[in-house]
């Protein structure tokens, strides 16, 4: 799964359109760069405070209080949350995952090999296929 399947998508859209996906490439970005080192205990305060200034919420000045966060985020954290830019698109990550193959493993399926399928081994399978087809 790639992020850009089509390498001129980007410039068979407007500039309007340009500039939404890249200010939620940033955020998708902060979110795995920065807020990923928060530990967990923090991540839900962080989290309120990391809507409050993608929403605009802060008293800042009128050029920083632009909402960038679509309403999905309310159902969740930032953590919650895959950004695919091809389809502009947030998506839950436990959506990318075919539930009904979900956890299925063979009767004689030794103990040692089993994974099981949660949001973090979905994040983190994400990323790292996503990095290794980026070389990264």
Same mark, same amino acid.
């Given at each position: 799964? &790639?992020?850009?399947? #089509?390498? #001129?998508?980007? &410039?068979?859209?407007? /500039?309007k359109a340009v500039?939404?996906?890249?200010?939620?490439?940033?955020?998708?970005?902060?979110?795995?760069?920065?807020?990923? *080192?928060?530990? *967990?205990?923090?991540?839900r305060p962080f989290d309120q405070?990391? /809507? /409050?200034?993608?929403?605009?919420?802060?008293?800042?000045p009128k050029k920083l209080t632009k909402k960038i966060l679509p309403t999905s985020f309310d159902r969740g954290t930032i953590y919650d949350y895959v950004y695919f830019p091809d389809k502009n698109e947030w998506k839950h990550w436990m959506d990318l995952? #075919?539930?009904?193959?979900?956890?299925?493993?063979? /009767? #004689?399926t030794q103990v040692q090999d089993i994974i099981v399928t949660t949001i973090d081994t979905v994040r983190y399978s994400f990323l790292q296929e996503f990095f290794i087809q980026h070389e990264i």
């Open positions: 799964m &790639t992020v850009f399947d #089509n390498e #001129n998508y980007i &410039t068979t859209l407007d /500039k500039h939404v996906i890249i200010e939620t490439c940033f955020v998708f970005a902060s979110v795995w760069s920065l807020c990923c *080192t928060i530990n *967990t205990e923090y991540r405070q990391f /809507k /409050k200034i993608c929403n605009g919420e802060l008293d800042l995952v #075919n539930k009904e193959q979900l956890d299925n493993f063979p /009767k #004689n």
